[in-house]
């Protein structure tokens, strides 16, 4: 279902725009023929395996590696005595720590040594026989434990970065970040009820199917090519280099096809130490993670303790928001607090706000993105909160979030990265008055059945992209791009250089170019794809029409003002002319002056932030605690959807991601610091069985900002599921759920806590 909201429209008919072509790639991902990290091999090549830390925190004493390396086809090892010091200048000496460990290990998992052996039975071998002595140290596992005033310290001399380090002393607080706007005192005193809790979240993992993977070939001459699944095969590049020591230009990243990132692959483990192995051995060595090695050794979404504190008029007018947060970081820091911190209010227009975020070190895997990083744990307290205060002044809880929604010119968080000061066209009421709207919003509930209500705010990011399109001889395009494809990228690209070109999307091939074949672009990451390098090819296309035009004109040997360009053919203004078409140019391009291509790179600018707003009814079963999903329906201002089935897939696995994390997904780690539920098994993603069809809006409020409106829609989706499930299950059984995952073991225990309270 698309709605295009009212007075919205860009005005603008388009031909391809928001059509659903068959995916380009989909034959080769149905048929097999597509290349993951993992299917690549090279002659001669031999398998990469890393010994890891079987303890959460402790002193290494020695390492030990003669046995392995007089076992049976062991070609090369490697500890962190083969890698550089970090230079502090670089902005992330952890991530040399994270890489293979330097002194100290800080998490079970963590990386100690690699071997390259003939087989992975050898090199798995091998690396058990490396010896090494480990002297354990306290750990810190959770924020609570981390924050506490006798707390064990990860790191000895680590001041927080953001206090007064006049006075400050060693903690366990990586970061301090606090934000304030107007009077928080005169706000709660103008309210008429102010409503206070704490909320906790666990944490827990993308889930991408594919592991980590990688192959990197290193040459006598100091170059070395790697193919690899990642978000960004730039950043690899670049990061990789700087764990070597390397000159950027030495290494070539070629991307494979990528099973699932989220968030996840927009960082390395592997590349660096295939490189140093495959230099070593003098041979391909290609690097592939066990599902155990994924969940222990790779970085989750941070556990979190949040407080909010709301105040409000009997009207429904929020006048406060005080907020208070702590997110884990894993031992090296982060900035996932300062994000949570961005997108806490970020919704509704509260004149008086204040915010205080924490970065807190614990003896976990170091943290990384999950779709919307932050954001899902802070709507969960927020949202929360709303609801309860909707039900203490008899509001519609839809109602309440529409008369403090945020709206074009209104501020933007403080600080963020996507912060203009006021925020643009967006189209947050719309999607609340799209689900208020549906009819699923008025079906009866039966007994321990609930309706649940939340919204969701991610601000997007745009950054730097490169795209290049070339023609080739009988009118079709290829068009190359720095972006891989995690979400629909490829298709998206060609519907937009088709409308822009003017020829069928299927005569366009859509690339992911390696680093020596295009130009520079950032990680997939922040919904930045389809607006960003969308930009760039538009760019490229607008300057492919300009020369093919050109090139009209000389076969016409008219002005270039006298043609005009209207679906893939040049038009004589005057018609005395007969029309040429897109391949007949290509076909005499030789002629009229060689090669047709043209390039866009650019640092983008103009992001809209999304929005979503969420329904959910679900069943509570008295007897269990176990939730049953009845219905959830989702919408999402996707400002111009430009392939609306890539557009509600989105919208759909956020959504799954989110009930997941509401219901079922986290952590456990036993008194040592050891995980316990490290495989699919243990580790409860949900499945088919347990969803619902999950039923999709798209609301179209085109950003002005983009050629065609777009404003990206992969991460919001993710951040209203989980307190839309809290809020349905309050709404069922009374009973407020603050810690997640939500499962039936806690709501067991909140339901019969308040039956034992009433009797």
């Known amino acids: 279902m698309s709605v295009v909201a009212e007075d919205n429209s860009v005005n603008q008919s388009y031909k391809y725009v928001g059509t659903r072509p068959v995916r380009h790639d989909g034959l080769e991902k149905v048929n097999g023929k597509a290349r993951f990290a993992a299917d690549i091999s090279k002659p001669r090549m031999i398998h990469g395996h890393v010994l890891r830390s079987p303890h959460a925190h402790a002193k290494i004493l020695s390492i030990d590696t003669s046995k392995a390396e007089s076992m049976p086809g062991v070609k090369a090892i490697v500890t962190a005595s083969d890698f550089p010091l970090p230079k502090k200048d670089e902005g992330f000496p952890h991530r040399s720590k994270n890489l293979i460990a330097r002194g100290k290990v800080y998490y079970e998992g963590q990386a100690v040594a690699a071997v390259a052996a003939t087989t992975r039975r050898h090199a798995r071998e091998a690396a058990a026989k490396i010896k090494v002595n480990y002297q354990e140290l306290p750990t810190v596992m959770t924020i609570n434990e981390a924050m506490a005033d006798d707390a064990p310290l990860v790191h000895e001399n680590l001041i927080t970065k953001g206090s007064d380090k006049k006075e400050a002393k060693p903690s366990n607080i990586a970061e301090m970040d606090f934000h304030e706007r107007g009077d928080i005192d005169v706000g709660f005193a103008e309210a008429d009820f102010v409503y206070e809790n704490e909320f906790t979240t666990e944490a827990f993992h993308q889930g991408y199917i594919e592991p980590h993977a990688c192959l990197a070939d290193t ?33 070539k990243v070629i991307p494979a096809e990528i099973g699932g990132g989220f968030g996840g692959k927009t960082t390395i483990y592997l590349e660096p130490l295939a490189v140093k192995l495959s230099e070593k051995a003098d041979r391909p060595v290609k690097m592939v993670m066990s599902r155990d090695e994924v969940f222990k050794a790779t970085g989750p979404a941070p556990g979190t303790k949040i407080r909010v504190k709301i105040g409000a008029k009997k009207s429904g007018e929020i006048t406060a928001g005080k907020a208070w947060l702590a997110y884990e970081a894993g031992p090296f820091g982060g900035s996932w607090a300062k994000l949570g911190g961005w997108c806490i209010f970020a919704s509704y227009n509260i004149p008086n706000v204040q915010i205080e975020a924490y970065e807190i070190i614990v003896n976990r895997p170091v943290n990384i993105a999950y779709r919307a990083p932050s954001a899902p744990m802070a709507a ?380």
Not at 228 to 248: N, P
Not at 586 to 611: I, M, R, V, W
Not at 754 to 759: L, S, T, V
């Open 219 to 251: 040459g006598k001459d100091g170059r070395s090519e790697i193919w690899c699944s990642s978000q960004g095969h730039f950043m690899v590049r670049s990061a990789t280099a700087k764990m070597l020591g390397w000159e950027t230009s030495k290494i």
């Open 380 to 759: 969960y307290a927020t949202e929360s909160v709303l609801d309860h205060i909707a039900k203490e002044i008899d509001m519609d809880p839809i109602d309440l979030r529409i008369f403090n929604a945020v709206k074009e010119g209104d501020n933007q968080p403080g600080d963020s990265v996507a912060s203009t000061g006021k925020y643009p066209k967006i189209g947050f009421k719309e999607t609340l008055e799209a689900i208020k709207n549906h009819p699923n919003y008025k079906i009866p509930l039966g007994p321990n059945q609930g309706r649940g209500i939340a919204t969701g705010y991610w601000f997007n990011i745009a950054q730097t992209s490169s795209a290049t399109i070339n023609l080739s001889e009988d009118g079709r395009a290829v068009v190359m791009t720095g972006s891989p494809d995690i979400g629909g990228s490829r298709a998206s690209m060609a519907i937009m250089a088709a409308e822009v070109i003017g020829i069928d999307v299927n005569l366009i091939q859509p690339v992911v170019g390696d680093t020596e074949t295009v130009g520079f672009t950032d990680v997939t990451e922040g919904s930045r794809a389809t607006y960003a390098t969308g930009i760039a090819v538009v760019n490229a296309a607008e300057k492919i029409v300009r020369k093919v035009k050109e090139r009209a004109s000389i076969m016409w040997d008219c002005n270039l003002e006298d043609v005009e360009w209207v679906d893939g053919s040049a038009i004589h203004k005057d018609g005395k002319e007969t029309p040429i078409s897109l391949p007949e140019i290509t076909a005499e391009a030789k002629k009229t002056g060689g090669p047709l291509n043209a390039t866009g790179s650019l640092e983008t600018k103009g992001h809209g932030p999304a929005f979503s707003t969420l329904l959910c009814d679900l069943e509570v079963d008295p007897e269990t605690g176990r939730i049953t999903i009845l219905r959830y329906t989702t919408a999402q201002d996707a400002g111009t959807a430009i392939h609306p089935s890539y557009v509600e897939g989105q919208m759909q696995g956020g959504v799954a991601q989110g009930i997941g994390m509401a219901l079922n997904e986290e952590y456990i780690y036993n008194q040592k610091g050891r995980m316990e539920n490290s495989g699919f098994l243990d580790y409860r993603m949900p499945v088919a069985s347990d969803l619902p069809m999950i039923e999709t809006i798209i609301v179209e409020v085109p950003n002005p900002r983009h050629p065609f409106g777009v404003r990206g829609v992969g991460e919001v989706g993710i951040v209203p599921p989980l307190p839309a499930v809290a809020n349905a299950i309050h709404d069922a059984v009374g009973v407020r759920l603050r810690e997640a995952p939500m499962s039936p073991v806690k709501v067991l225990k909140a339901l019969n806590q308040k039956n034992g309270a009433n009797g």
